[in-house]
């Protein structure tokens, strides 16, 4: 209620100024009494579903003509998580599963 909302009622010349489900995040975490909980694995894990969203993704880019950039945030994300980990020490698992479950 608190996103879907504050799309309509904060806006700026006819757009809505912050992302919505960000927004909702926010004013949840600073004014609930109750502890809230943020799930980054809200997808779940079914390859199934991520399948679908790698086709879906690979169907628009190439129709746009643009898969360059995603290709090349996708590598640039898994790198610097690769690189994070390997100067703090961690296990290289961390970041596989960083990028499995979409939690950074």
Known sequence: MIAI?????????????WNPAGFAIVVLLFTAKSHVWISPGSWGSEV???ALLVFFAILVLGAARRSDIAIFFLGTHAALLVARALWLGDLLAIPAHQLQSARC
């Open 48 to 50: 199934w579903f991520a």
């Open 5 to 17: 909302g504050s799309k309509f009622v904060l806006q700026l010349n006819g757009k809505h100024i």
